[in-house]
């Protein structure tokens, strides 16, 4: 079974687009995260979602929205795609809340190409 | 500014040899350090996790020491297969006075494993 699953795995969409990125966790973790790891395969954080709420927002532009309808789900909506948003989206759960004893379970991640 | 620097940035090795990976951080506080395993087009797995108290964990062909005082962290892997050839991510947990924790990633050391 898989722990922390994404969907889709490869995006390719047209500029302007809105498009929306799924996650779900079967690990009974109570916060969920988005990273983003671009082309210099760095990671950064985007989102964190604690008990529904956001606790973290690393200054990312508000064209992003993480929606969580509930705690085993935490979804990303793009709106009006660029090609800077080119890159992969992790997504990634944690018990804990930000201070996680047994670290961070990722997905496979998303790989969106914005054309 | 919190950081996480790698060293070295790329490493190629022969199958059955032993290797060193470097990570010099910044973040202060401190909070924990983790190494985490990145195969190519997956989701980064943990691979050890330290806090300020240890300096060192294995986890089978993997041994990570931590000096606190020096601010630096090292991954040793032994009799190297090619199953190790991957990114190999730094992630530093704390910076945030008061309380709370952040997440510093490093920008890793690609591993090629080689026969």
């Known amino acids: 079974d898989t722990a922390v699953s994404q969907t889709p795995k490869y995006l390719v969409t047209q500029m302007g687009n809105d498009k929306s990125i799924k996650c779900e966790q079967n690990l009974g973790h109570d916060t969920m995260y988005w990273y983003k790891q671009d082309s210099k395969k760095f990671l950064k954080i985007m989102f964190s979602y604690n008990n529904k709420e956001l606790i973290i927002n690393e200054t990312v532009p508000n064209r992003f929205s993480p929606k969580s309808p509930d705690k085993a789900h935490l979804n990303l909506h793009i709106n009006s795609l660029e090609l800077g948003d080119s890159a992969v989206y992790f997504c990634?759960?944690?018990?804990?809340?930000?201070?996680?004893?047994?670290?961070?379970?990722f997905g496979s991640g998303t790989r969106l190409t914005v054309v | 500014k919190n950081q996480v620097e790698q060293s070295p940035q790329s490493l190629i090795i022969l199958e059955g040899k032993n290797c060193t990976l470097q990570c010099n951080y910044t973040v202060s506080p401190f909070s924990n350090l983790r190494w985490y395993k990145q195969d190519t087009g997956r989701g980064p797995v943990s691979l050890t996790i330290m806090t300020f108290s240890e300096n060192t964990k294995s986890n089978g062909r993997y041994t990570a020491t931590l000096d606190a005082d020096t601010k630096q962290s090292s991954l040793h892997i032994t009799a190297s297969q090619l199953s190790d050839s991957a990114s190999y991510i730094c992630?530093?947990?704390?910076?945030?006075?008061?309380?709370?924790?952040?997440?510093?990633f490093g920008t890793g050391t690609q591993l090629k494993v080689e026969l």
């Open positions: 992630v530093v947990s704390g910076g945030v006075k008061g309380g709370g924790n952040k997440l510093t």
């Open positions: 990634a759960s944690s018990q804990g809340g930000l201070s996680p004893i047994y670290g961070y379970t």
